[in-house]
């Protein structure tokens, strides 16, 4: 009887995690299939293949060039911008207990929580505050609070890893603090802080609220085109850039190396 | 060394946070003031568009709405990652590199991307309703993109990730020996998971929760574009008040309304978890 119980808890556990597992991957293979589609309308399967809207992407679309450009261009000043802030700032307050440093890594994570369309809604008044126009530096800004608590939590967990005894052996033989930063602390909490790194820049590359609210035609993010795109009409041509996002995503996985995933139990 | 003078331990923090109160506190606080002000031109002091956020029926309808979309979508997210779970704390290191590998395949996927696929699997000539008109099991299409069924599901999806990685987490910290020891008392597996596994990896679901419901309430791109224009979520009303007809006033209101309800949900569940967490401890 019992292990009749424990079969069927088997089979359910089974097909139910299979379901998920479907669920989770499904998207990405329609993604793949569909951006070779020959046909006119967003039909699953496509009645014809081609790689039209590759050649289509590569030579008539200069809107989504552009936007793409930009999108990287913010999404790498944010990286740098939220690794090296984030990383000091984590090496601050990681593993703590006083109030001054619980304030403050409640406020870095927060942005996690608020709505990123009330921050950007607050970014823009702002800047017309200031009689300022939407910018590249200023989405940069915006998109550094967005991605800065990715960078935190990665950082700090490596940090509270990190055995303090080894920073005292440094200091006791003599080396200056930022020698053992340099030599010892940065080498050790290294696989966090690429690991916030690559999620930060990938976060605001996804990112569209705050980029939506400081959005000028001058200063347009891809996913935001991309929004654009489909909110209006459904573009094939989004199939085609997916394509390439899914493709550029699957060789950042695969190259990521394990250690830099360190923070994923196994 | 760490411990040492009290406010030169923090120096370090200094950077960021001089960034994040230019812009982000102090943003914050414009918000604010702007959402009691009668109109952007100088400084009258009103509390009307918060009456106007909090006594019209369509806006606390939208804000109602928005806040059930995001539990509906924890709960069901919940749901699908513990079978993810369950399997992962069974598999030996190769088939956990698998499932990590399947999950973060997705995650690190662009939002609209996926979005985009869901608009394409959900639709009129998408890939289910093509599939079931071939096996003969409807005749006619059904409609599934922009509805509030086709929403929850796409949502799940997407946050499936940031459910099922604290969730393992927590699954495979379990010590194996509680397991056993139980299934060698005769637990049947079912009793074993309610009594056993599910409370110890509830710090997890909880952690995939919180961001879950916060991340599907505000989730903008799949609200709009699979949950289509007849459904309207604070994001989007928030946007149409400050872009589409510019009342930055009302959509200040709303945007501090919206952020508030979000944190006193985020931080209740939180506080009340913690509570019980500590009390399954002791």
Known sequence: MLKLRNLSYETVVGLLAAASVILLVAPTLVILVMSFTGDFLLRFPPRSWSVRWYIELFENSPQIAASAWISLQVALISTLASTTLGTLAALAVAGRRSAWAVALDSLFMSPMVFPAMSLGLALLLLLSLLGMRPALWSLAVGHTVIVTPFVIRMVSAAVQQLNPVLLDCSASLGASRIFTFFNVTLPLIRPGLLGGAVIAFLSSIDHVPVSLMLSDPRVETLPVNLWILLDSNLDVRVASVSGIIVAITLVVILVLDRRMLGHVPR | MRAGGAVSGYLSAAPLALLFTVAYLV???ILVIISLSASTSGFNFTLVHYVAALTNGFNLGILFDTLVLGLQVSFATMLAAYPIGLLFMRCGP???????????????????????????ILGREGVINISLMSIGWIEEPLRMLYTRTGLIVALVQIFLPLMALPINASLARINDNLVKAAEGLGASRFYVFRTVILPLSLP???????????GSSTAFVSQTLVGGGRQIF????????????????????????????????????NRYSRKYLRGMDA
Not at chain 2, 204 to 214: E, R, S, V
């Open chain 2, 94 to 120: 190769r088939g956990r590199a698998i499932i990590v590998f399947l999950i973060l395949l997705p995650m690190l996927t662009n939002t609209v991307v996926r979005t985009f696929a869901w608009m394409i």
């Open chain 2, 204 to 214: 997890g679901a909880i952690a995939g929760f919180l961001l879950t419901f916060a």
């Open chain 2, 27 to 29: 943003p914050v606080v």
């Open chain 2, 234 to 269: 604070m994001p989007l009303l928030i946007y149409q008040q400050a872009i589409g007809v510019q009342k930055w006033n009302a959509a200040a209101a709303l945007s501090i309304v919206f952020a508030i309800s979000i944190l006193v949900i985020v931080f209740a569940m």
